[in-house]
């Protein structure tokens, strides 16, 4: 049976989303929402099966609505998402999903006493070169995550209402916590305002987790170049994913560092006496694993489709979105605190 599916919010993303979900078997695009006649009359041509309406709260008491996609301002998040979750709909809310984690727990426990499903567009969670990523790191075959890095630059569209820690930002959060599966423990951020006072523009954010793995990210609206990369360094391999390359999303490098013990030994016998540890460099192959060339939005589009019909769980969901706001809560006040270093309580605590 097919899910029937009001997008709403028309402006740059909420499109995208139209598209895919318009395209997808298992969904009916039944309705298009937004104050702008002129966003409605534009995209009720393009999906002509689709009404549209001004209305969302009307929208929200039809009961042959299943699942509200929300594609609004960052600020209408909480409140536009909690309307859907108390009228019973399914909801997918773009990221972040809430702009504090008292909002986003509101959410979350909303989805919850409903019984509904609460998911966050992690867009990049659901890149098929991030889940060969997260697959290596939970074999093993990376050895101990040592520490990350992300940049994502560019000279872009600049915002007034969120700067670049929450526009950006939040891609790299929902994927160091995807891929290392650890809790933060404290962030540090600092940043500045060029283009408009307190919107910063460029964001440097450290998070360091349990057990001694440290991640930084270099956020930047106002750059030359156009970069969206990330490394994750192990103990035994590090990898590189490269979402601006076509064909070379993931790079593998078989280099690090080997710990032996040295001491006077026969050859092929363990020595005698040791003379303490040292470190050798080791420099091996490498190589570009074969990533599939799949659109991560449809991906995303139909697992919050499948989360709906019972075949899976989702991977953002809004504990998942509740964690990386929290995050991104921490990191704005060290940067109101001028890079302060600022505590994490674990997000799954109670209120």
């Not at 035994?236 to 490269?242: N, T």
């Not at 020595?271 to 991906?299: C, F, M, Q």
Request: glycine share 8%; net charge negative.
């Amino acid at each position: 049976m097919s899910t029937n599916v009001a997008v709403v919010g028309l402006g740059y993303w909420g499109p995208n989303l139209a598209r895919n979900f318009n395209r997808l078997p298992g969904a009916e695009l039944r309705w298009l929402c937004d104050l702008s006649e002129d966003l409605r009359r534009q995209y009720g041509e393009l999906f002509p099966r689709a009404t549209v309406t001004d209305d969302y709260d009307a929208l929200l008491e039809r009961d042959d609505l299943d699942a509200v996609v929300l594609a609004t301002p960052v600020p209408t998040h909480h409140v536009l998402a909690a309307k859907a979750l108390r009228a019973g709909k399914h909801v997918f809310v773009e990221k972040p999903l809430a702009l504090t984690a008292a909002d986003a727990r509101e959410l979350a426990e909303l989805a919850e006493e409903h019984d509904r499903v609460l998911f966050v567009g992690h867009l990049l969670v659901y890149h098929p070169a991030v889940e060969r990523m997260r697959a290596m790191i939970e074999s093993g075959e990376l050895g101990d995550v040592l520490y990350a890095y992300s940049h994502r630059l560019n000279l872009g569209q600049f915002r007034r209402d969120e700067n670049a820690l929450w526009s950006l930002g939040v891609h790299d959060v929902a994927m160091l916590m995807h891929l290392t599966g650890l809790e933060p423990v404290e962030v540090t951020a600092s940043g500045e305002s060029y283009l408009h006072d307190g919107v910063e523009d460029v964001v440097f954010g450290t998070i360091r987790f349990a057990g001694g793995t440290m991640a930084h990210i270099h956020l930047s609206w106002l750059d030359p170049h156009k970069v969206r990369r990330l490394t994750v360094v192990g103990s035994s391999k590090m990898v590189v994913f490269d979402d601006m390359q076509a064909d070379r999303k993931l790079t593998v490098y078989d280099k690090g560092f080997t710990r032996e013990q040295g001491g006077d030994a026969t050859p092929g016998q363990a020595p005698a006496r040791s003379y303490g540890e040292y470190i050798t460099k080791r420099e091996g192959d490498i190589w570009i694993p074969r990533v599939p060339n799949d659109e991560p939005l449809r991906l995303e589009c139909q697992r919050f489709l499948d989360c709906i019909s019972g075949e899976a769980d989702p991977r953002s969901d809004g504990r998942d979105g509740l964690r990386v706001v929290s995050v991104l809560e921490g990191m704005q006040q060290s940067l109101e605190q001028g890079g302060g270093v600022v505590p994490l309580v674990p997000a799954t605590a109670s209120s």
